[in-house]
């Protein structure tokens, strides 16, 4: 028998003994018990093998352990779904679908029914063909509990997030007279401003976003939001020649109700650069776009602009943006339409071109230690991670934690985010940001791979995670002494002393300032000792002189202070130095 043969029948010998084990649980264990964590487990190294083989034996189909294996699997996470196993239906973080009278969550684009509704490029050709009738917001026990009234042509795709928080599970279903209700319900904790967004895409691809300020307190009731249009010409797809430039133009007319014009159209490019082959999530403005005018009327706004198809080939899509701002106190903070224009060279097929394959690079990361895109979650939370994919058939994704010594582990706990094109695929986990979290400096590393099968192709991106410990100055620890001035024995030497925490340090300033002049002002420290990573002791020391001394003993002047803005709290981080009377 040959290695091959053997190594073929090893494996194939390992699936049977996993398939007989799973099946014995479950018949020991009975329908009600919890085999779900191990059950994730298992389907998730399966798919990970799977993916794997196809690509070592280049031939695909032909497995039928494993397609007997799913077909088990199957069984058992509809058992699972229908509640014939033990698991908490519709948990916080799990996107999809909840069901607002079953309490099961359903998966992205399933009714209760079990119907199945198209997500992907299902929506209307007319950005008027969707109305936004009723918004409610009702306090419940668990936060604030939304409820939207809406209507639409054809089927789109919806989405709610809020900042650092894991995608919320909503509910989406059809009433009378065509009038459609979606259900989600916020926590009291997530971020103040929340989005909802429904994706629409067919003839013309159109996003519509509400930013709902989560904040507002007691119940409130909006209708009839006025939606702002925009209509881009020439309408998507649209394909270029080499050497040519594409032009358009995007019109927005003024509410007919109310008379108000958008301040502005935006107009963005997400896409591969074809020379480099790489994908930018917004493409420099200056390199790709070239607004020719935009002007502004009492009958709306008017934007012309090339799009430098000649100098700089692209695939991807062009973005059309305008906004109705509204009351900062109002419910509805914000109302945001986009129409998205497909772009490609002439010749490509697809959106990407043929067998291409990338974990995206978010735009305006800053780079850890090792040269990663660093995220940071404060410690004591649980931040989402995600990472991104587009391709021409991405098949599966999957994350690793990597530790200092190089090894690494799966991490089981990966949920899949529901997307609306078929060109893109993500993946999110959660995060527990500890003290002792990572390596010395707080850091933890995970790789997130994105596979494609078909192709044979993989790609794989290395991601770093900052344990943040929050900023703060420790004014017990903090002070000022008071010494002659060895060369002057008419001035004295005034030493601060700020004592910080954080991870990063913060970067420490030192003010003092009085009526007659700024003695100091936001100067750095002269030395700054570092107790631990975390921990440090900045110094300043100046001298006073005997006209100073005075100016220093004056009850209506400022005492020096040190200081540092905290990005976190948006706002600076001061502490007052109590300031003795110098005889």
Not at 147 to 172: A, T
Not at 315 to 337: C, F, H, K, Q, Y
Request: charged fraction near 25%.
């Amino acid at each position: 028998m040959t290695l091959q043969k053997r190594s073929w029948f090893v494996f194939l010998a390992f699936l049977a003994l996993l398939l007989a084990t799973i099946e014995t649980e479950a018949a020991q264990r009975g329908p009600n018990s919890n085999i779900c964590q191990r059950l994730d487990r298992i389907e998730d190294k399966i798919e990970e093998m799977d993916s794997k083989l196809d690509m070592l034996t280049l031939r695909q189909g032909e497995h039928a352990a494993l397609t007997r294996m799913d077909r088990k699997l199957d069984l058992l996470l509809r058992e699972r779904q229908t509640g014939n196993l033990d698991r908490t239906s519709g948990q916080p973080g799990q996107p999809g679908q909840e069901s607002e009278h079953s309490g099961q969550t359903n998966q992205p684009g399933q009714t209760e029914q079990g119907e199945q509704e198209t997500l992907p490029y299902a929506g209307t050709a007319d950005i008027n063909g969707i109305q936004i009738l009723k918004i409610e917001k009702t306090p419940v026990s668990q936060g604030n509990r939304y409820v939207i009234n809406f209507k639409k042509d054809g089927h789109c795709f919806f989405e709610v997030f809020s900042v650092n928080k894991p995608p919320i599970v909503l509910s989406v279903e059809e009433g009378p007279d065509g009038e459609w209700t979606s259900t989600f319900t916020v926590e009291s904790d997530q971020d103040d401003h929340v989005w909802f967004m429904m994706t629409c895409r067919d003839e013309k691809d159109i996003i519509v976003s509400l930013r709902l300020k989560n904040s507002i307190p007691g119940p409130v009731t909006v209708e009839n939001l006025y939606l702002p249009t925009i209509d881009g010409s020439p309408p998507g797809p649209v394909t270029f020649e080499p050497g040519e430039d594409l032009n358009f133009t995007a019109t927005s007319p003024a509410d007919p109700t109310t008379g108000q014009v958008v301040e502005f159209i935006r107009a963005r490019f997400s896409g591969i650069d074809l020379e480099t082959g790489k994908f930018h999530m917004h493409m420099s403005t200056e390199e790709i776009i070239r607004e020719l005018s935009e002007v502004v009327t009492l009958q709306g706004a008017t934007k012309s602009l090339t799009l430098l198809t000649s100098t700089k080939p692209v695939s991807g899509r062009l973005s059309l943006e305008v906004e109705s701002p509204l009351d900062d106190n109002a419910l509805v903070r914000e109302i945001t339409v986009t129409e998205e224009i497909p772009i490609k060279p002439a010749g490509q097929v697809g959106e990407v071109p043929p067998q291409y394959l990338t974990i995206v690079e978010m735009p305006h990361r800053e780079k850890s230690k090792n040269g990663n895109e660093l995220e940071t979650c404060s410690v004591g939370q649980e931040c989402p991670i995600y990472c991104l994919a587009i391709g021409d058939r991405i098949t599966s994704m999957f994350v690793y934690k990597v530790f200092p010594n190089g090894t690494q582990e799966p991490v089981y706990s990966r949920h899949e985010l529901p997307s609306s094109l078929p060109t893109t695929k993500g993946i999110y986990w959660m995060f527990h940001a500890e003290e002792d979290s990572g390596d010395t400096d707080g850091i933890t590393t995970f790789r997130c791979l994105a596979y494609d099968t078909f192709h044979f192709e993989y790609t794989a991106k290395l991601m770093d995670v900052l344990a943040r410990i929050d900023p703060s100055i420790d004014s017990e620890r903090s002070g000022l002494t008071v010494e002659d001035d060895p060369a002057d024995p008419s001035s004295k030497t005034i030493t601060l002393q700020c004592a910080v925490r954080g991870r990063p340090l913060p970067d420490v300033r030192f003010t003092w300032d009085v009526s007659s002049t700024a003695r100091m002002y936001q100067n750095p420290p002269d030395n700054v000792t570092s107790s631990s990573k975390s921990e440090a002791l900045a110094t300043k020391t100046f001298v006073l002189n005997a006209n100073e001394l005075a100016t220093w003993n004056d009850e209506d002047e400022e005492s020096p202070i040190c200081s540092f803005y905290s990005s976190t709290l948006g706002e600076y981080v001061m502490h007052h130095f109590e300031r003795p009377y110098i005889s």
